[in-house]
């Protein structure tokens, strides 16, 4: 046998007969070690070293294969996009030339040196079809199942039965046809006012004899419409009619949004009239009104032409997004009443000191972290997404992998593209170009002012009231993180650095402005002078109980 055996070890054999016989083999070395007594421990070891070896080659070719498939696909869309950006010149050039009659190669398209849009899906569409992905999905489902049974139960036991009333979000979306009256005014009065004032300027510009003092006149009138028409009358209404808060928000976020979408389309189009007056083109280019009215409901806050479409509307998508969007408002409303109405309800019966605040910031991480995901997933997510759908926009990056930031710098350019985008090439590019390279810390510092000013507005007009946690927090920590925690910093620790400030963060500002509301409600001051409604209330409301 031993003989036989050697003798059919030199011959070749097939992979599958190589196979058995190696098996063959193992058997008998396994039989045979130790003077025939069987050495388990040293098999075992031998078996978990080729298994950890071979789990290190896993890794290791995983990473080639991650890494090289990545570079494919960003060498893959940089081709596509010049591509589109230099068939979307060519055909802007034709269609210039050919209703000039003249040459038109000198006037450059607004897209050169801008955002360029391609056709792309959004991130969490993808990640979803992965089964571990959709897991946590699922996980957040069951949570919401837990928060409706836990709310019932209680409920039945305080009340003997069960109440599904909602009063909570009944009163938030409060007086309502207030609300629509005043989106339509504003939307309405966004269309034709500042079309207007572009089409009567850029009409003219180039025959007028006084551009500098047409142009002067002209600008006057859209700041005036920007400030008092778009700005003061809708802040005007929320005050003056008393609407609850998501009311409020609701007004003050499509107030913002359209002043953006106004900024954008005038800084887009005035060079555009301006290089045609240079170049002495009887062309003038003027957007079409149907393009601009698909602007103000596409989602995006960059002025274009035209974007990339899709061919068909998925309406099963559209009315899976919105249903989400509906389930994440129950979700928070159950988070409000489980979570932070009990923790809230009597916090101004205890004096305000350190103890109470550390308490009180730990005890809002939760119900603050899980308000920030809700945000981020029903309007980021799924209301962008169906809007999308609906208009057929190709082009679904709103948001980066911001889960996965090492850095508060690319956080900040990760969580929300679409507004970022806006303060990239209108706040931060316009200040490089105005004040020259040199000051690129400064036109940092502008956009984080803008963005400080412009939420803690949003923040003090819906709660009623100006506490500027938001501010310093944005202005302050927000600063320090971002040139701390730059873009340098990798690696997985400084992931955890970065989630644990996330949730920090929101548990500070859940707890002050929750405390400041309560206290406002609790202990009201009839004849309140200017200082008042800047000094915190919640610091000294327990002295008038």
Not at 393 to 414: E, G, I
Request: overall charge positive.
């Amino acid at each position: 046998n031993l003989k036989s055996r050697r003798l059919s070890s030199r011959t070749p054999a097939t992979p599958e007969e190589d196979g058995t016989v190696r098996k063959a083999e193992g058997i008998q070395s396994f039989r045979a070690i130790s003077n025939g007594r069987v050495d388990v421990e040293h098999v075992i070891s031998r078996k978990m070293q080729l298994k950890r070896k071979a789990e290190q080659l896993k890794l290791s070719l995983m990473k080639e294969v991650d890494g090289h498939f990545s570079e494919f696909v960003e060498n893959l869309i940089e081709e596509s996009t010049l591509l589109e950006s230099a068939s979307s010149i060519s055909n802007f050039s034709a269609a210039c030339a050919e209703k000039d009659g003249r040459k038109s190669r000198g006037l450059k398209s607004s897209t050169e040196h801008g955002k360029i849009f391609i056709s792309r899906r959004s991130l969490l569409d993808e990640l979803f079809e992965v089964n571990h992905i959709r897991t946590i999905y699922h996980m957040f489902i069951a949570l919401l199942i837990l928060f409706i049974f836990s709310t019932l139960l209680v409920d039945f036991i305080d009340e003997g039965r069960l109440v599904l009333e909602f009063d909570l979000l009944v009163y938030a979306f409060g007086k309502f046809p207030i609300v629509i009256a005043t989106w339509l005014s504003m939307f309405l009065s966004t269309l034709m006012i500042p079309y207007s004032l572009f089409h009567l300027w850029a009409s003219g510009y180039q025959a007028s004899s006084h551009q500098t003092l047409r142009s002067l006149f002209f600008g006057t009138l859209f700041m005036l419409f920007q400030i008092v028409g778009l700005g003061f009358g809708p802040a005007y209404i929320v005050v003056k009619h008393s609407l609850p808060p998501a009311s409020r928000f609701i007004v003050i976020l499509e107030q913002v949004r359209l002043f953006m979408k106004v900024h954008s389309f005038v800084r887009e189009n005035v060079p555009r009239v301006l290089a045609s007056a240079k170049e002495k083109s009887t062309f003038v280019p003027m957007p079409k009104v149907t393009g601009y009215l698909y602007f103000l409901f596409v989602p995006t806050l960059i002025y274009r032409d035209s974007y990339p479409r899709n061919p068909s509307i998925r309406w099963s998508y559209v009315l899976t997004k919105f249903a989400q969007v509906l389930g994440c408002l129950f979700y928070a409303y159950y988070v409000f009443v489980r979570l932070c109405i009990p923790l809230f309800h009597n916090i101004s019966q205890e004096p305000f000191n350190l103890r109470v605040l550390v308490l009180c910031i730990f005890n809002s991480i939760l119900p603050g972290v899980l308000v920030l995901l809700l945000a981020f997933f029903a309007f980021l997510h799924c209301w962008l997404n169906a809007f999308a759908e609906m208009l057929r926009f190709a082009d679904r990056m709103f948001y980066k992998d911001w889960w996965n930031s090492t850095s508060f710098a690319n956080y900040y350019r990760t969580w929300n593209v679409v507004v970022h985008d806006w303060l990239y090439y209108y706040t931060y590019k316009d200040f490089i170009s105005i004040f020259g390279k040199r000051f690129k810390a400064a036109a940092m510092l502008y956009v984080f002012m803008v963005s400080a000013i412009v939420h803690e507005y949003a923040l003090a007009i819906c709660f009623g009231f100006f506490y500027p946690v938001m501010f310093i927090l944005f202005m302050g920590f927000g600063m320090i993180f971002n040139f701390i925690l730059h873009d340098r910093r990798k690696g997985p620790i400084w992931n955890v650095i970065m989630w644990t400030a996330l949730f920090l963060g929101q548990g500070v500002l859940l707890c002050l402005y929750s405390q400041e509301w309560y206290a406002r409600q609790y202990c009201p001051l009839y004849n309140p002078t200017f200082l008042d409604y800047l000094k915190p209330r919640s610091w000294t409301c327990y002295l008038q109980l």
